[in-house]
């Protein structure tokens, strides 16, 4: 079977490196799959989670990430992600509490400024609890 290699990183580490059957993520007009051999492409990913089939192993990996860019090669995906966590390691009330807070700041917000960062992390902690919320129904 035909694998294609893939990296996960943030600022802060490499989360993800090893060999997939394919690669599932949030793009920003949709979902996109990645298998071995796919067209080169490069293109801004969105807040949601990325989904690992891992060659030989039954369960995917599912990593959250916060945005990002994406870069499509033959035989590599490459996600440089704004905040990646293991899916394992998301905690559901820090993400309830994220989003709390960024509905707050959206109804007081004093500028354009405020507003947009805010509805950047409303964006980042609602799909962060479906993240969450997935991992938990399989």
């Not at 949709?30 to 071995?36: A, D």
């Not at 192993?57 to 033959?74: C, R, S």
Request: no cysteine.
């Amino acid at each position: 079977m035909s694998s294609i290699h893939v990296d996960v990183v943030s600022a802060e580490e490499s989360i993800f490196e090893g060999e997939a059957e394919f690669v599932v993520l949030p793009g920003e007009v949709g979902e996109l799959g990645v298998f071995p051999q796919h067209t080169p492409l490069i293109t801004r990913i969105k807040p949601g989670a990325v989904r690992i089939k891992v060659v030989d192993q039954a369960e995917e990996e599912i990593v959250f990430v916060a945005g990002g860019i994406l870069e499509v090669q033959p035989r590599r995906v490459t996600v440089l992600a704004d905040t990646a966590i293991r899916a394992h390691d998301l905690d559901e009330a820090k993400a309830e509490e994220a989003k709390r807070a960024a509905e707050d700041a959206l109804a007081n917000r004093e500028s354009a400024i405020d507003y947009a960062k805010a509805q950047a992390e409303l964006a980042a902690a609602i799909a962060q609890i479906a993240a969450i919320r997935k991992l938990r129904g399989k």
